[in-house]
């Protein structure tokens, strides 16, 4: 087989993109081994939204991320992205979706430059991401190909490689903090998808930051991809669902609010797709 049909795979950067997709969920909810995670989730999000998911860190808001993007599996209730339903149709799902900064999922390597970070994603891609038979083709083609997605992306998420310190020869822990958000967002676009998930958007930015990177997620979904964030504050316009802490797990310790440590165990129990 040549891989996903033409409906689920990702245009080609530089080409129109297919539109973007609704994103809905009614009782859509997952339990780990300390309790509920995320609970009673329900909303329904037109083509194109930017969808907030705002709460208190230790509700769930990471797990519900990976929940609706396709990477776990929810154990409650339902949730449709496009034309497909969650939580049974995860790998169609991953097929039109990408992960941006998600934090022990898709964690940037330090030591690595910016440009070995978009060599390897645009590699991976090329390999992966489309039909074999896009293999075949002159090396020489493939490669204009390749560099297209790549600029086409950077540009997308707004990061000119020339105000980098080093350009693409910058290591990313020179990195500021917006900057690595753009360049993780970057690394997801050389995909094309449809849906994209950014977890932590609005964390240890100055308020001037936190605004570059709110219009840098609604140019992205005026652009044809439809976006779910996370965030502490959802901003003004976005579609937003609210996350609360499980009562059950309040009072347990550091543990309880701790989002990795949730992430984790969920992870652990409903199993990562």
Request: hydrophobic share 40%.
């Amino acid at each position: 087989m040549d891989g996903p049909t033409d409906e689920a795979r990702p245009a080609a950067a530089g080409t129109d993109k297919t539109p973007p997709v609704a994103v809905s969920a009614e009782g859509f909810g997952l339990k780990g081994p300390r309790g509920w995670v995320f609970r009673g989730i329900g909303f329904d999000a037109p083509p194109g939204s930017l969808i907030a998911l705002e709460g208190p860190s230790g509700s769930g808001r990471t797990c519900l991320l990976l929940a609706l993007t396709g990477r776990m599996r929810a154990t409650e209730g339902s949730a449709r992205v496009g034309r497909s339903v969650l939580p049974g149709e995860l790998a169609a799902v991953r097929r039109v979706s990408a992960l941006g900064p998600v934090p022990g999922v898709t964690d940037l390597d330090p030591a690595l430059t910016v440009a070995e970070h978009l060599r390897e994603r645009a590699l991976l891609q090329r390999r992966f991401g489309g039909p074999l038979r896009g293999l075949l083709r002159p090396r020489a083609e493939r490669a204009h190909e390749t560099r297209l997605r790549v600029e086409a992306a950077l540009a997308a998420a707004g990061l000119g490689l020339e105000s980098l310190p080093k350009a693409g020869r910058t290591a990313v822990r020179d990195l500021e903090r917006l900057e690595i958000l753009r360049l993780s967002v970057a690394l997801a676009l050389i995909g094309s998808p449809r849906l994209l998930g950014v977890d932590d958007t609005d964390l240890k930015l100055s308020d001037a930051e936190r605004q570059e990177a709110w219009e840098l997620l609604r140019s992205l979904t005026r652009s044809g991809t439809t976006v779910v964030a996370v965030c502490s504050e959802a901003p003004e316009g976005a579609v937003v669902v609210r996350t609360r802490t499980d009562p059950a797990r309040a009072g347990n310790g550091p543990q309880a609010t701790d989002d990795d440590k949730e992430t984790a165990d969920a992870l652990a129990e409903a199993g990562r797709s």
